[in-house]
């Protein structure tokens, strides 16, 4: 009699359970059921943003198919499209990203990875057109994502490319942004030079991860000051360091990752 009880209850609670929590349950169900996935290779290049309650998010290089992915200039202010986009996100997004974006649906709580913040207009100012319709599109089943625990479903098999351009545009808007999504708008888009120095306290070395923490100051025309970790290359490069010493480093653009490392005296 109980066994019946329990399986008219579960019953009942499928059908009041919706659809996107659905997708999300059994994505998080077949991630736990998979092995784990490999980390990203060392040196991968890419962008963090900090931990906060947001996890920790990066913006690694688009991949080779994804490389001629561009939005349409016009799409981004078209209001056909954000209105379009705008009824998407509602409908399959905002469970987890929330109605403002912010990172903080419901479909969000326990999530291993929370939802980018796409309130954030730094961060989002800094993702490419294709880098957007590479994330849409793949969703978590790619890394570094995958490894990161992201249950982003790939939108790929379901939304057609235009309808993941007006999704896209409506969550731009969600920065505050009104203009197009481009460098004249946004000068984080632009190309950034080969290599840039920078100087900072070392904050930890980490050899399993291959990369050294470090409290920086602004890299002028690169990234703002912050405290964020750094692959190196070589990795040798680690065993001249420890924490609290301050340096002065030369970042790599195109790999992400620090190259030479020179002491600074006090």
């Not at 900090?50 to 688009?62: I, K, L, T």
């Not at 799409?75 to 469970?95: N, R």
Request: proline share 8%; net charge positive; aromatic share 6%.
């Amino acid at each position: 009699m109980t066994r019946t009880r329990a399986f008219v209850v579960v019953g009942i609670v499928g059908l009041v359970v919706s659809g996107p929590w659905l997708a999300v349950l059994a994505l998080r169900t077949a991630q736990a059921q998979q092995a784990p996935a490999s980390a990203p290779k060392a040196g991968q290049p890419g962008h963090k943003h900090g931990s906060g309650g947001h996890g920790d998010h990066e913006h690694p290089a688009v991949p080779a198919a994804y490389a001629n992915s561009h939005i349409p200039v016009h799409v981004w202010t078209d209001p056909k499209m954000i209105a379009k986009g705008k009824e998407i996100f509602t409908a399959k997004c905002a469970l987890c990203h929330g109605e403002k974006g912010d990172g903080k649906g419901p479909g969000a709580l326990n999530l291993p990875l929370k939802p980018a913040d796409l309130t954030d207009g730094k961060m989002v100012a800094e993702m490419a057109g294709n880098f957007w319709v590479w994330r849409v599109s793949e969703g978590g089943l790619v890394e570094p994502f995958k490894s990161k625990g992201s249950v982003m479903p790939a939108w790929k098999g379901e939304l057609s490319m235009e309808d993941r351009w007006a999704v896209i545009a409506y969550a731009h808007t969600l920065s505050g942004h009104r203009g197009p999504h481009v460098a004249s708008e946004h000068p984080e888009l632009k190309p950034k030079p080969k290599f840039v120095t920078g100087k900072g306290t070392v904050i930890s070395v980490r050899p399993a991860k291959q990369e050294i923490v470090l409290e920086h100051e602004e890299i002028k025309g690169f990234m703002e000051a912050m405290t964020m970790g750094y692959k190196t290359k070589p990795t040798s490069l680690l065993n001249s360091v420890k924490p609290g010493d301050k340096i002065r480093f030369t970042i790599d653009t195109e790999a992400r990752a620090i190259t030479k490392i020179e002491a600074l005296k006090d």
